[in-house]
């Protein structure tokens, strides 16, 4: 009888060891990936409640290379820079939770941008660096760059927004002459979905 008992004990604790064994190797490829960014650089940054967890070199390089790729997109999303995340951690084996944290807050995805042209004079000046928040949330009077079919990304300031379309409007209202004629800054009606952002830092 003392034997049965101790057998069965045995067995409980095995099974007991297994468990957390199982546990604990379910956990080790657990992690929390935090994009940590000022606007114009990002640091990915691994961490585990397991203290022996250490996310490999190799995959947080490649995910560095990736986000940062990401950052100065005009297209990446929040969404489409998580998942690029993820997708990287799949290929080492690894689940992984994704946060952006940035000076506008968690899981705002800002954009570095340089101004290019003295349309906007005297707000910005050619070759001013900005950061742009990725939203579309945005309102008469902001500062925002969009995609133009011909002229790619411009910065602009909205100065209506009616029937699912911006009109944007340049600051500098003089007109400049040039060796090629007389230019004026651009002012164009735009659908709501071409502006990519409001412009914050400048």
Known sequence: MKSRNIVILTLLALLVISSAFYTIS????????????????IKVQASSFLFFNRAPDSMIAEMQETALFDLQSDNSTVESVKNDMRYIAQKYNYNITVKIDSPFGVDQLPMPATVKGTSMIPTLQDGQSIVILKTKEFKVSDLVVARHPTYGLIVKRISQIKDGQVYLMSDNRETIVTNNGIMKGLDTWLPLENVVGVVKIY
Do not use: V
């Open 26 to 41: 379910e956990q080790s490829n657990n992690l929390e990936i935090t994009l940590k960014t000022n606007g114009t650089d």
